[in-house]
Every structure is written in structure tokens, then in C-alpha cells.
């Protein structure tokens, strides 16, 4: 492969082996060979097997669940890295944790997405790569390069596969996300509606107040994160009292904590469909109405553009 950075090679920390494998198989590249393990105390150890002087690296690691030590493995790898010669490091982050935390939320609360873009420029990291952060701001928290991918031509080739178009709604589950689910509906040319959280009273539960006219329609909800899958399934249950055949979700990363896969397969919801950003449980891919679409060829392309010096941004023209 052509790189103007010296050779490019791959290396990958223990929070998704399969998407890392999945990259590396269609780079025909094969990830560097390292163990990255603990000691006895849960202190994490790197070890870089292979000489990498003088090569373009890209460390994969989301900074998935547990999040903490996902994270402690990308630095240390990061550092393990750079005191190895590489010439260039490119943290890629497919799921970038901790984004939820990207502003002050009261008096004496931290931003922590601010911390760790911090911690992963300081372990030493000259650029990275990551998809559909949760604010596309986070980009500034860094003070070197950030290419911030999208899912969406995956899962609009997806949906164009799968639905009747004409009769599709794309839908924001909350006012936050209008501009992510916006973009998506530009693309496929379908109509948007936005669900509107409010609470009318302090103590009284929160109305969810459909702007948009969904009577007949096909709804496919489009999100960055589910984590506790409240926010879908309050979702897809108003959408259905307001008269909406049939729910979709389509949401780049499923963080899926606690009884969420539960409570997802348990919902009126058709399908959710996330991506491998992060890596399935055995719940997930066992689950009636989840589908998991891989983001493989995505980051491996922005990899093979960033290594040789190309646009990575006409990947989503
Ligand atoms: C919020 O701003 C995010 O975009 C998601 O809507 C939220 O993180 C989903 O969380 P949950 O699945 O726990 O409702």
C-alpha cells in the first residue's frame, strides 16, 4: 500500500479484535503482532512484537465498555508505540467514550471528552480517527488532525436496500439530534420528523410531542449512541400512538448497557440496527431484532487515505 509516511502498519488494543481483524483483512495488512495483558494488579501491559521504526501506525481501540481500561490500553499503546520510533500515530477510535461529557453540566462538573483528548494527544498520538462523535465540537478538543467519520453511507445503503423510500420518514428521537438525522434524510431524500421531550411541570412525567406527520409512515430513527435503550423505545412508542407503521432504529454505536438488549427486544420496536464500532455481545447478536452493519471497509478506506495522503472526506460525497 502507498504511503508517503513510511510503511503502514496496524495494531490493535483487546476492545474489538473483530472489527480490527475485519480492517486488517481488507487492507490485506495483517495487525502488528503485540499482547496487550494485565498484571497481576489489572495494571495494563504493552508489548509491540514487531519493529515499527519509522512506520505510519494506526492503534484501533475504541474506548468502549469497560471504558476506563479501554482507554488505559490505548495510551499505553500510544506510548509503547512512540518510544518504539514509530514515525507517525494514529489513534483510531471508532467509538470514542466519555464524548457524552463534552461540556460543563453544572457548577464544579468536569469535561472529561476534553481529558481524554488531552491524555491521547499527551501519550502521544499525532492524529486520530473516529466516527459519529457525539458533538462534532469534540474535533477541537484535540490540537492535532481529527477526522471525524460518519456511519451514514453504510446505513444508507442499507436502508435503500431494504425500504420502499416513498413511504420512509427519518426521524430524530430528541431536538438534540436534528442535524445528525437531517443529513441522513438529505441523502435518501426522505421527509423528517423530530420528537420534542418536554416536561410541562417539575415532578410531572415528560409528554413526547411528535412535530411531523407520521401517519402510514415507515419511522427510522437515527442516533449516535443507544446506551440504555430508554430513549428508542419512548421513541418508538410515541411514534406508533401518533400513527406510524412501523419503527426502525438506525444508530452508529451500540453501547447497549445493562437490560438494554432486553428491554430493545421487548419494545414495538422492528429492528435497531447498529454498527461494530463497538463489539456485540453475545446478547446482541442473539437478539430477535438487532443487526449489527460493519464499518470495516469505512475505516479501512480512511486508513488507506490517510496513509496515502488523500482526501478522506470525498468518502462521503
Ligand atoms: C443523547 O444525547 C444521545 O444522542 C442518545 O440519544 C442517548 O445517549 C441515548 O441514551 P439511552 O439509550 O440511554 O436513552
Known amino acids: 500500500m502507498s504511503a508517503k509516511n513510511g510503511a503502514i502498519k496496524l495494531v490493535a488494543g483487546n476492545s474489538n479484535p473483530a472489527l480490527a481483524g475485519a480492517i486488517a483483512a481488507w487492507l490485506q495488512q495483517p495487525l502488528t503482532k503485540a499482547v496487550v495483558r494485565r498484571f497481576a494488579d489489572m495494571e495494563v501491559f504493552v508489548e509491540v ?26 495510551l499505553i499503546l500510544i506510548d509503547a508505540l512512540r518510544r518504539a520510533s514509530a514515525r507517525r500515530i494514529t489513534a483510531v477510535v471508532p467509538y470514542f467514550g466519555y464524548a457524552r461529557q463534552d461540556r460543563k453540566v453544572g457548577p464544579r462538573t468536569p469535561i472529561s471528552a476534553k481529558l481524554v483528548a488531552n491524555l491521547i494527544t499527551q501519550a502521544g498520538a499525532d492524529r486520530v480517527m473516529t466516527m459519529d462523535l457525539h458533538a462534532g465540537q469534540i474535533q477541537g478538543f484535540f490540537d492535532i488532525p481529527t477526522d471525524n ?33 437531517r443529513g441522513l434524510a438529505k441523502r435518501i431524500n426522505a421527509p423528517l420528523a423530530i420528537i420534542d421531550k418536554r416536561r410541562e411541570r417539575p415532578g410531572e ?3 413526547m410531542n411528535v412535530i411531523g406527520d407520521v401517519t402510514g409512515r415507515t419511522c427510522v430513527l437515527i442516533d449516535d449512541i443507544v446506551d440504555s435503550g430508554g430513549t428508542l423505545v419512548n421513541a418508538a412508542d410515541a411514534l406508533l400512538a401518533n400513527g406510524a407503521k412501523d419503527v426502525y ?17 421487548a419494545s414495538k420496536l422492528k429492528e435497531l440496527v447498529i454498527t461494530d464500532s463497538i463489539q456485540p455481545t453475545e446478547a446482541i447478536r442473539v437478539a430477535r431484532n438487532v443487526r449489527v452493519l460493519s464499518i470495516a471497509t ?14 478522506v472526506s470525498s468518502l462521503f460525497d
Request: overall charge negative; charged content about 20%; hydrophobic content about 45%.
Open 298 to 311: 469505512l475505516i479501512g478506506d480512511a486508513i488507506a487515505r490517510t496513509a496515502a495522503e488523500e482526501s
Open 149 to 181: 467519520l460518519y456511519a451514514s453511507p453504510v446505513m444508507v445503503r442499507d436502508i435503500r436496500e431494504r425500504f420502499d423510500l416513498s413511504t420512509l420518514m427519518v426521524v430524530s428521537p430528541d431536538v438534540g439530534g436534528v442535524v445528525r438525522a
Open 49 to 74: 512484537q514487531e519493529n515499527v521504526r519509522g512506520c505510519d501506525m494506526y492503534a484501533i481501540q475504541s474506548t468502549s465498555y469497560p471504558a476506563n481500561d479501554h482507554l488505559m490500553e490505548l
Open 205 to 207: 412525567s415528560e409528554v
Open 249 to 265: 432504529a438506525y444508530i452508529s454505536h451500540g453501547v447497549l448497557s445493562g437490560g438494554a438488549v432486553a428491554r430493545i427486544t
